[in-house]
């Protein structure tokens, strides 16, 4: 168990709606990272939020949007959903700022858009 | 442009043989870390095994143990003594710096299957 917490395990929605994934960070942790994971694919990296801020800003479309909060646990939303955005989200944690401490991965949450 | 290539799709092997995995990665960078990463069908991304660029001395946890070739930019991963728990998909991933901060490149993966 890593400690990073991802909620929904699944979701199952139709093109053009909304959605929002959680995560909470390994305790201590204080970024968190989002990746999307495609079909045999590598991870794509989203974007990454350390205390509150965004820190950096990867392949992360304009209709997806991202947010840390007070207690550190972050959202991912995606929305205007089309059929190219299913697949696996994970969220990852570190204590570090800069990413040279080791990433804790959550589960995921597969994302299926009909 | 920093990219990691793995050229194996799949791979197979019989319960307790030996099996590398390949993996070769593009950079102009001296400094940086390459990981095994772990996929198994429960998603957790675990990590298996990290090497530093600087460091000449191949890394090696338990069964699992890389061969780094810095000049050829490669970084395979052997594992010895397959079991059938080590049946996952594997990531090799490349991590450097980025003006402040530390970007992580991954390859597209490998599916590694144990025959009993």
């Known amino acids: 168990d890593s400690g990073v917490t991802q909620t929904p395990k699944h979701l199952i929605t139709a093109t053009g709606q909304r959605v929002t994934l959680r995560c909470s960070p390994r305790?201590?942790?204080?970024?968190v990272y989002w990746y999307q994971q495609s079909l045999d694919q590598g991870l794509q990296f989203l974007i990454q939020?350390?205390?509150?801020?965004?820190?950096a800003k990867g392949n992360i479309l304009e209709r997806f949007s991202a947010q840390q909060f007070p207690d550190l646990h972050s959202e991912l939303n995606l929305s205007s959903l089309e059929l190219g955005d299913s697949a696996l989200y994970f969220c990852?944690?570190?204590?570090?700022?800069?990413?040279?401490?080791?990433?804790?991965f959550g589960n995921g949450t597969r994302l299926t858009v009909t | 442009a920093q990219t990691v290539t793995q050229s194996q799709p799949e791979m197979s092997v019989q319960e307790a043989e030996t099996v590398t995995l390949s993996c070769t990665y593009d950079t102009s960078e001296s400094d940086y870390y390459l990981f095994w990463y772990k996929q198994p069908p429960s998603r957790q991304m675990i990590l298996v095994i990290r090497?530093?660029?600087?460091k000449q001395q191949n890394a090696t946890e338990n069964r699992f143990s890389v061969n780094f070739q810095k000049a050829a930019k490669s970084f395979s991963l052997k594992i010895s003594d397959s079991q059938l728990g080590d049946a996952a998909m594997y990531f090799c991933?490349?991590?450097?710096?980025?003006?402040?901060?530390?970007?992580?490149?991954w390859g597209a993966g490998t599916k590694l299957i144990i025959k009993p």
């Open positions: 090497q530093e660029a600087y």
């Open positions: 991933a490349y991590r450097f710096r980025m003006d402040s901060n530390y970007q992580l490149i």
């Open positions: 990852a944690s570190s204590v570090g700022e800069t990413g040279n401490s080791p990433l804790h």
């Open positions: 939020y350390y205390n509150g801020e965004e820190r």
């Open positions: 305790s201590g942790d204080l970024s």
